[in-house]
């Protein structure tokens, strides 16, 4: 299988809940699949773990640094500070595959220095299914 360039890795965000745009002046995008295990283990099992062959919670994770720039940073602090909790996003994973959902932002911060451009952090958790295509 051939390799990817890091930079196909991008996290989309769509203000209208429809139209995806990346989100602009990225340094860094990465994706965490979690998955809480059910825990079964009881007295019989003689001090041994044991998993039920099910997943108990699944989600994703986003997370994005980078140089703020206005065609989408003033959309993403709007979204991170309005009364709506759940916010359309899209991870293309290089041509592997691309996520959609609803994702919350658990926290979006800004950052300015005197002599350097204005940064910021992101993070998501998903809520419901999320869309593989």
């Given at each position: 299988?051939?390799?990817?360039?890091?930079?196909?890795?991008?996290?989309?965000?769509?203000?209208?809940?429809?139209?995806?745009?990346?989100?602009?002046?990225?340094?860094?995008?990465?994706?965490?699949?979690?998955?809480?295990?059910?825990?079964?283990?009881?007295?019989?099992?003689?001090?041994?773990?044991?998993?039920?062959?099910?997943?108990?919670?699944k989600?994703?994770?986003?997370?994005?640094?980078?140089v703020?720039?206005?065609?989408?940073?003033?959309?993403?602090?709007?979204?991170?500070?309005?009364?709506?909790?759940?916010?359309?996003?899209?991870?293309?994973?290089?041509?592997?595959?691309?996520?959609?959902?609803?994702?919350?932002?658990?926290s979006?911060?800004a950052?300015?220095?005197?002599?350097?451009?204005?940064?910021?952090?992101?993070?998501?958790?998903?809520?419901?299914?999320?869309?593989?295509?």
């Amino acid at each position: 299988m051939a390799a990817e360039a890091g930079r196909d890795l991008r996290i989309e965000y769509a203000s209208d809940g429809t139209t995806f745009a990346v989100v602009a002046g990225a340094r860094t995008d990465s994706l965490t699949f979690n998955n809480e295990a059910i825990d079964i283990t009881d007295k019989d099992d003689a001090g041994v773990r044991t998993y039920l062959d099910d997943i108990g919670v699944k989600s994703m994770s986003l997370s994005c640094t980078g140089v703020a720039t206005a065609s989408t940073f003033s959309a993403l602090a709007a979204a991170a500070g309005s009364d709506s909790a759940l916010h359309a996003f899209r991870v293309a994973f290089g041509s592997f595959a691309t996520y959609t959902g609803s994702f919350f932002i658990t926290s979006f911060e800004a950052t300015g220095e005197q002599a350097d451009t204005i940064t910021f952090t992101m993070s998501l958790e998903s809520s419901g299914a999320i869309t593989v295509s």
